[in-house]
């Protein structure tokens, strides 16, 4: 059986979808041309012609129904790996957080306070034909912040809070705020989080999906903490 990775990698589904585009059209002209040809009776030519275009028009329309919906599937399912999390506890509740952004290839280190930690985004999701096509959903890494497992603690003690992009440059996300008219292909702009518990030595993974942001643990330390959260 035929899977989404077996056939995209074949060639990318914008092509595939040209090509079958094109194959309906022919089909298409083919049976209007023995349409014309009937009505001019030359019912044996134009039956041929009419029969062969409407099973070529048929099979593109048919394979076309399936490439979006393989594609559909292939992208729904893309995650994208965008930052790893180390954490080395400094004392109760506090905690030197390492944050690798994986598509810079940089490091930076956040003293955090709290239970937990979690980390925001601002996301751009696609309609879906531009998804199709290949756009992903776009993010940018917005805070790190500390968060109590108690709701007292979280009204009572200090909060941390990081900024990750203190100069942003040109904010595409701020741009559709102000003007969606400009930008059609974009379906949706909010903000997305994720929060796990932190413990000393634990790490995690965090990924971008169609859909927002899911984070993993990577090794045994958090894996366990996550056990028993």
Same mark, same amino acid.
């Given at each position: 059986?035929?899977?989404?990775?077996?056939?995209?990698?074949?060639?990318? $589904?914008?092509?595939?979808?040209?090509?079958?585009?094109?194959?309906? $059209? +022919?089909?298409?002209?083919?049976?209007?041309?023995?349409?014309?040809?009937?009505?001019? &009776?030359?019912?044996?030519?134009?039956?041929?012609?009419?029969?062969?275009?409407?099973?070529?028009?048929?099979?593109?329309?048919?394979?076309?129904?399936?490439?979006?919906?393989?594609?559909?599937?292939? !992208?729904?399912?893309?995650?994208?790996?965008?930052?790893?999390?180390? &954490? !080395?506890?400094?004392?109760?509740?506090?905690?030197?957080?390492?944050?690798?952004?994986?598509?810079?290839?940089?490091?930076?280190?956040?003293?955090?306070?709290?239970?937990?930690?979690?980390?925001?985004?601002?996301?751009?999701?696609?309609?879906?034909?531009?998804?199709?096509?290949?756009?992903? $959903?776009?993010?940018?890494?917005?805070?790190?912040?500390?968060?109590?497992?108690?709701?007292?603690?979280?009204?009572?003690?200090?909060?941390? +809070?990081?900024?990750?992009?203190?100069?942003?440059?040109?904010?595409?996300?701020?741009?559709?705020? !102000?003007?969606?008219?400009?930008?059609?292909?974009?379906?949706?702009?909010?903000?997305?989080?994720? &929060?796990?518990?932190?413990?000393?030595?634990?790490?995690?993974?965090?990924?971008?999906?169609?859909?927002?942001?899911?984070? !993993?643990?990577?090794?045994?330390?958090?894996?366990?903490?996550?056990?028993?959260?």
């Amino acid at each position: 059986m035929t899977t989404a990775s077996d056939f995209s990698s074949l060639l990318p $589904a914008s092509i595939l979808l040209i090509i079958f585009m094109v194959l309906s $059209a +022919t089909g298409l002209w083919l049976a209007l041309r023995g349409f014309k040809h009937c009505c001019k &009776f030359r019912v044996l030519k134009g039956c041929s012609l009419s029969c062969c275009g409407s099973l070529l028009c048929a099979i593109g329309v048919l394979l076309i129904a399936i490439i979006i919906n393989v594609a559909s599937y292939g !992208r729904l399912t893309y995650e994208e790996p965008i930052a790893e999390l180390t &954490f !080395r506890q400094l004392a109760p509740q506090k905690y030197l957080a390492t944050v690798t952004f994986l598509k810079e290839n940089r490091q930076q280190e956040f003293e955090i306070n709290g239970d937990e930690w979690q980390l925001d985004a601002k996301v751009l999701k696609w309609h879906g034909y531009a998804n199709l096509m290949g756009f992903n $959903a776009h993010y940018k890494l917005h805070r790190l912040a500390g968060r109590y497992a108690s709701v007292e603690q979280s009204n009572s003690k200090p909060a941390t +809070t990081h900024e990750l992009n203190a100069d942003p440059g040109l904010d595409v996300w701020q741009l559709v705020r !102000r003007y969606p008219q400009l930008l059609p292909l974009i379906d949706a702009y909010y903000g997305s989080a994720v &929060f796990l518990p932190m413990r000393d030595q634990a790490q995690f993974k965090v990924f971008m999906t169609q859909n927002g942001l899911i984070a !993993r643990p990577t090794n045994t330390r958090s894996k366990q903490q996550l056990r028993s959260w």
